[in-house]
């Protein structure tokens, strides 16, 4: 079974900028997707973004675009999720998940990592 850890939240200021780590515990093959989501208190879940693992193709929200940018190291199993230019409506608590041939749910998640940004 793989198993999913975030880490690297923390507070920073507006307009700054902070990278999450998602590292999994093996190899994901080529026929996974990994999405990033956030929750704040009170709010429903989000997407930020989502990477495919066959060509490493993203996808973003527009909430996001232009500001996060997920990337994947192949040799550590890690997907990082760069996020800049950092708004205090961006304060959540950051997950990750696996979806199976990039459809249907995500079936696996992380405990998450919380990011607060203070304006």
């Known amino acids: 079974q793989v198993q999913l850890v975030e880490s690297g939240g923390g507070s920073v200021q507006a307009g700054g900028s902070l990278r999450l780590s998602c590292a999994a515990n093996?190899?994901?093959?080529?026929?996974?997707?990994l999405g990033w989501f956030r929750q704040a208190p009170g709010k429903e879940r989000e997407g930020v973004g989502s990477?495919?693992?066959?060509?490493?193709?993203?996808t973003y929200p527009d909430s996001v675009k232009g500001r996060f940018t997920i990337s994947r190291d192949r040799n550590k199993n890690n997907v990082y999720l760069q996020m800049n230019s950092l708004k205090p409506e961006d304060t959540a608590m950051y997950y990750c998940a696996l979806q199976r041939y990039c459809r249907g749910d995500y079936a696996i998640w992380g405990r998450g990592t919380q990011v607060t940004v203070s304006s």
């Open positions: 990477i495919e693992f066959g060509f490493d193709t993203t």
């Open positions: 093996r190899y994901i093959y080529f026929d996974y997707c």
